[in-house]
Each structure stands twice: as C-alpha cells, then as structure tokens.
C-alpha cells in the first residue's frame, strides 16, 4: 500500500510523555481505573515522537504484528477513528493490549527511539486509539451480527489465545463456537487481571466484537467433562482448539497451609473479580484482615497485593528473591508502591501458624540470600540458616505460580503432554488430528500477547487444515 | 439458562428440582455434582446429582434451603429458570461387586446418597441403607430408596420413626467388625466423622462423599482443598470422595464456617428484600 509520506516533523526528543494516573491515596481505596489515559495534547506530543521508520523494528516486535507506524501517524493526523481502523486490521482487543501487555517487551523493547531517548509510548497510543472509538464501536456492534457460513471451529476456554483465534477464524467465515468452564468470558483477564486495570466494559466491548462477526460463546461448558474433544468432531466440528490456560495454582506446600485466611492468588482474585466480591452487596465473600501477606512477585501477587489494599488492609509483598527479579509488569510493581505496599525481598514463608478457630495470625518467614546462577542464568534463593521472623496477618495470599489446568488432558488421554502441558509443533498443531492448542495451556503460564500469538499462529494452521485450496490459489497469485 | 421442569418439596426446606440438561444427563455418574447460580448475582453452589431422565433430557437435584443462595434456587417458579449450570463435575463414586456394602446418610445427603446406593446394588453388591432424619416428616426419597437398595432403615432424632438416634448410632446397633466389607457415607460433617471413628477398626473402606466450600468447581481456585492422609487434595476434581479414615474432618469443619458470620448477614438481606423472616 502506498503510504503518503508525513507532513511532520518527527522529534524523539520530546519527553516521553506519562501515562496520567488517578492519585494514589484515592486509587488505594476504590476500585476504579488506575491509569487515567493520555490527553489530546500528549497523544500529539507522544506520536510526533515516531521516527514513521524505513523498516520500522517495532511492528516485528508486536507478535499481533500490528502496523504500529502507520496507525501513529493516524494519531498525529488527529485520525483516531482511522488508527484505530489501522489497529483492527490484525486486532480487535486495543483495550485490552494498550491496557495490559508487556509491551516493554515486546514493541517498545523494539523502538528505534529507545536507542538514544525513551521508546515511544505505543501501548498508551494504542489504548488512546481504542477509547476514542469505543462509542463508534457500540453503534457498530448493535447492529445484525454476521452469520458466517464456512466449515465449524470450536475454540476451548475464553482467555485471549482463544479469542483472537475467534477473530481470525471469523473473518476468514468459519462458525466458530468458544466454549467457555467459568459463567463469563475472557478467562485471566476477568478472573485474573482487577477491575482498576482492566475495566470489565472495556472487556465485555471487545469482545461484543467478536459477538458481531458471528462468533458464538457458550458459557458453563467444560471440554472434558459437559462433552469430549471426540464428541466435538461428532457434533460437526472440522478442529478444535485448546485455549485452557494455566489455572491450576501451587500450593506452599508448607504447614498451616489450610488455616482460613489462607488463599491461592487464584482463588482471592476469583472471589473478588469474578464473584465481585468488592461490591458492598456481593454473596461471595472474601476474608480481608488488618494485614496481608502476599508471597511471590508476579502479576498475580501485585493484583492480590493492591486488592489488599484496596479493602483497607496494610499489606505487604514477600518475595525470595530481589526487587530486579520481580516478574510483573513494571507499571504495576511501581503502581503498587505507590500504593503503599510494603516489599519484604529475600524472604520466604516457611510455615503459617493461626488461632484455634482455625483462622491465620501469623507468617513464619526465613531470609535468603541469592546464591549461584542455575542453568536458566537466574540466582538461585538460599534459606540463611537461623534467621526465621515472624510477621502478623490475618490474610495470607500464596502468588506461587500456576500449572496448566489438567480436566481437558485428563478426559483425552491420547493428548500428547509434557509435565501438563500441551505439546505442540511448529504449527500449533497436537498429537491429535484437528485438535490444535496455544497460551498457557502449552506456555504453561505467561502473557496475553503471547497467548494472542499462539491463537493467531493456530487460527492460520488450521485454516490450512480446513481449507487446503485457498492456500494454493493464493499462493497461485503471488507467484 | 437452565429451564426448570418440576419442583417438589419433599420436607420442611427441602425441595426436588427437575432441569432441564441434556449433556449432563447422557454423561454423568453416581456421585457427581454441579454447579449452579439460581440468579446471575448470585454465588456459585455444588449439588450433587441425584437422578436424571434420558425422556426428558432433564437431571434432578435436591437443595435444603439454608442460605441466601440455596433459598434462591428453591425460590424459582416452575418454567424459571437458574441463570447458570456446568458439569458433571468431581469423580464419580468408587464402585465394588459382589461385596456386603452400607450406605449411610443423614439430612438432605439421603437424597444424594440414592444414586449411589443404588449403582452399588445394580453393579451386583448387597446394599443396606441407613438413613438419618430430624424427625418423621424430613424423611425424604423412601419409595425410591427402598426400590434402589436391599435394606433400607431410617434413624429419627425424636424417635418418631425407626430408631431413636443418629445413623452411626443405628449402624453400631446393627452390626460391628466384618459385618460390612465397603461403605459410603455422605452428610453432615460431625456425622461423615462419627461414621469414619465407629469404623476405623472394623476392616471396612468407607467412601465419604465431602462438601468444602466451592467457587469455580474446576481445579482452579483450591478453595475446596482438603487434607486426605496428610495431602492436600482438592475436592472437586480429586474427589469430592475420599476415604473416610483418613480425611482430616475437623479441618474441614472449620474451614467451612470460615464465612458464617458473612453467610448470616447475606441471608438477612435477602430476607429483608422478598419480606421473608429469617428464622
Ligand atoms: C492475576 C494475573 C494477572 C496477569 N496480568 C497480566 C498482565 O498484566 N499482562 C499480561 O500480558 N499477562 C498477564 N497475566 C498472564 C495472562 O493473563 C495469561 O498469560 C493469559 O491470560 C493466558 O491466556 P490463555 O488464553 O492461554 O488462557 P486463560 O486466560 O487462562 O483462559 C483460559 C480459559 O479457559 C477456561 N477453561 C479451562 N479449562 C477448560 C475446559 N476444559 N473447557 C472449557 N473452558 C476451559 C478457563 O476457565 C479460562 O477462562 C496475568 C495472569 C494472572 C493470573
Ligand atoms: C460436592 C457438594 C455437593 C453438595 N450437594 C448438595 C445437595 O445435593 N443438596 C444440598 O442441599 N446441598 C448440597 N451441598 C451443600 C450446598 O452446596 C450448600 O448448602 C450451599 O453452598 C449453601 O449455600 P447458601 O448460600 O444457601 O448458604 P450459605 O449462606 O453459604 O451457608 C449457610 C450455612 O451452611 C453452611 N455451609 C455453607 N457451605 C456449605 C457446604 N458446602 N456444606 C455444608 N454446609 C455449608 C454455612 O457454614 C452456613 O452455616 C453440596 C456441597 C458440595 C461441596
Ligand atoms: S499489542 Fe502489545 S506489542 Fe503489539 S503494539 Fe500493542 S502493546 Fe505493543
Ligand atoms: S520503531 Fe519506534 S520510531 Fe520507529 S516506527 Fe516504530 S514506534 Fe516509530
Ligand atoms: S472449587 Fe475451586 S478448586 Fe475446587
């Protein structure tokens, strides 16, 4: 396509410009939205900041390989409606991406700019682009959904590896079907990921989206257990993906594990994002006391650790290792110190002790030091012998990890998998014919984008799978 | 949306409810549960499966309305319908043959145990129900029950019918040691620990069924664990049976009034709001 050359000046020079943020002390006692969005005037400053590059490294680097470089300069031509159409055209969840991915990682990890001054800010253009055509998106949405009418997909849990392989696949007019275990949509992202970092509107929008190509969401319905993988095929179904994720949580493993007050990150995020456990009128209760302990230092133990504090409890952070090894976004962990959290490093919780109802009291913790680099490069933590201390709680929230959630593996035991998790190839594709898997359930635990990335890569293949003469006619007409 | 297709009470708060569920129907086992939420504000509750209709592609469970939730679910008219219903979830119940088996519940765990009773008659055992009621009129399922088992007898706490007692009373009344060979039991939790205590030494494996506190039912959360043998196990995808001898009850009874004080209010406001009186 040709690209009109920009009438602009870039300059990189400018500041990178902040992301606005509600005020700590009020954000630490409501659930609203922490991250306010950029203004008119700093999206104008932040696009002028693009280099509009020759070979622009950050589109290579997005794994949803969005046209970074052309939607910006969109922005800096005012056309939010037109970069947001930029956007659409490889995904339909800027919301959601702008909001949560890593893309420190990924996009502008990548930016020219960052060579010599900061990287340009696209994960807050890009969610600037998506709340300037929310409202454009709500009319859109209301009207007739498409009624595709190509051969039968189902895709298996509602997190975003499955979800973008919806979009794919819709697009290409195949009857796709998500079938979902929980009684809402979106996996992580509306059981996992706050409310103050992920709107549910913004969420439950997006995905209208994919309502509005004709896709078809199914609530309530475990693959494994309501029917089988082998029951899908019968029913109609040409493939089947397997977007199940990793939900499965560690356990400590240490003594007083099961006093009350003792919650998996899963299972204290579940009560208060899907069971909406912070409106004052909710029937899932969660127990939040004076103090809470949260161990790990992941997304997991941030959202735990700010929900804790969110419900007026002093709440600290344990985590074995240093503060450079934490592994949640770095927006967050700074956002969580702005809140107050406390961050106890190089400890670990080595039993739990409570009262005799049976309710916590206490965490038992030792100090470690880091010790030598193991194969992965990463400094291992070593207990130091007789430096065991106490600290208050009546909250404990184990952040320790997740394994892929096993019910789908159990009932499909020809399902090749390698200490849970799904084996794939190159394609995405299993041991089983048709069935293909992406995200955590073969990651075994990472990041939305990447799960995106698996869904696409799959959604691809088994459009190749189903569809084998599209593929040579379109390669007919390259050649 | 899960149509309902019949509602019946059975006692005092205790209530049938009919739905329609043509998977779950063709899949499930004796022993297996679900999980519903009557409104979509309401809380995710287990119950377990109780019978179901390949004709009317329908499943039945039966709910003693003790809480906020539960009283919703009983609340719902004829052709309502619940908001929410996923399953089969949990392992289906461990099954024998050819052995003397005792079935043993108490409230309204006699209404699930009966597809467990009667899967372990029809695979070929000889079943002894003992079942467990406040009083004459919270005795619930006995046409059922005594067409589904060899020998059916019923404990009242008032002694207005049967024996006058609880259940592991009447199962020390009428056997000991080597009289039964596998059992399951399924109930309140001081009685599921009562039945595991009579029977440490009688050379019997007793299944007891159990009900922590559940959220997603899935494996997800580990709100349901339980310590079996020392191990922590979560119940709704290890269980919910586990061997009764080594189940750690006395765990699992107070994590399950970890939300007493929570629950009460809950129900108070949802008296408050249909008009109802909460006593
Ligand atoms: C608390 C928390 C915060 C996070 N924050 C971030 C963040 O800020 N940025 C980021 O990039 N990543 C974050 N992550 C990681 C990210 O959320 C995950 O990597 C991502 O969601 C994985 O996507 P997925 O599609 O593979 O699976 P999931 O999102 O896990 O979704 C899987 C879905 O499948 C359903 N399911 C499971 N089994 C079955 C079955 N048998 N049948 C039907 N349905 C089934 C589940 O109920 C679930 O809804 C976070 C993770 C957690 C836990
Ligand atoms: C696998 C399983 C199968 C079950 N099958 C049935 C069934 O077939 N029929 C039936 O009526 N009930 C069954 N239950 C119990 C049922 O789930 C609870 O009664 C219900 O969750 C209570 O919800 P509520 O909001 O009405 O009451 P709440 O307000 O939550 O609780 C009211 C009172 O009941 C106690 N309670 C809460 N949860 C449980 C529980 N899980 N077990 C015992 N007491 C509890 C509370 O401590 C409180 O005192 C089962 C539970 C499990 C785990
Ligand atoms: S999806 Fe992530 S990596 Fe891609 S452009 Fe958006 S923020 Fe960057
Ligand atoms: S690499 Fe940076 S400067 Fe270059 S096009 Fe991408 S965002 Fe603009
Ligand atoms: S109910 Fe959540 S793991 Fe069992």
Redesign the pocket.
Known sequence: MEEKKPKFKPNPKLPRQALPVLNAEVRATSASEVALGFTPEQVGIEAQRCLQCAKPTCVDACPLHIDIKRFIIRMVENDFQGAHDVISEQSPFPGVCG????HELFCEDACIVAKKWEPVAIGSLERFAADHARMRMRELTAEEPAHPAGKKVAL????????IAAYDLARKNYRVTV????HR??????????NF??PREILKEEIARLRHLGVEFVTD??????ATVEDLFEEGFEAVF??????LPYMMGIPGENLIGVYT??EF?TRINLMEAFEPEADTPVLVGERTIVVGG???A???ARWGKRFGSETVVLYRRGREELK??LE?IEHAEEEGIVFHFLAAPVALHGDERGFVQEVECIRMELGEPDESGRRSPVPVPGSEFRIKAQTVVA?IG?AP?P??QK?TPQLRTKRGKIVIDEWGATSMAGVFA??????G????????K??RAAAAAIDRALNPQAEVAAEEVTQ | MTRILAKRQLAPEIFLLEVEAPRIQKRWKPGMFIIIRPTDQSERIPLTIVDSSAARQSITMVIQAIGKTTREAVELPVDGALADLVGPLGEAATMTTGKKVVCMAGGVGVAELLPVARAFHDAGNHVTALCGARSDNYRILEEELKAGVDRLEWATDDGTHGFHGNVVQLLKSIAGPGEFEEGHVIGPIPMMKAAAEATRDWGLKLHASLNPVMI?G?G?CGGCRVTVGGEVKFACVDGPEFDAHLVDFDELTRRNRAYREWEAKALERHACRIGLDVK
């Open positions: 909001r949560v991915c890593q298996v849990g509602s997190g975003p590896a499955s979800l079938f979902e275990a929980l949509l979106g996996g992580v992202m509306i059981y996992g990921i706050p970092r992920l319905f475990i693959v494994g257990k309501t397997i977007g199940t994720g990793a939900g990150a899963n995020l992941g997304n997991s941030m959202d735990a949640a976004r967050e952040a997740q959630n019910t789908l009932a992406g995200g955590d359930v073969v990651r635990g990472s990041t939305v984008i990447l799960a995106m698996d869904g | 997603d899935t997800m």
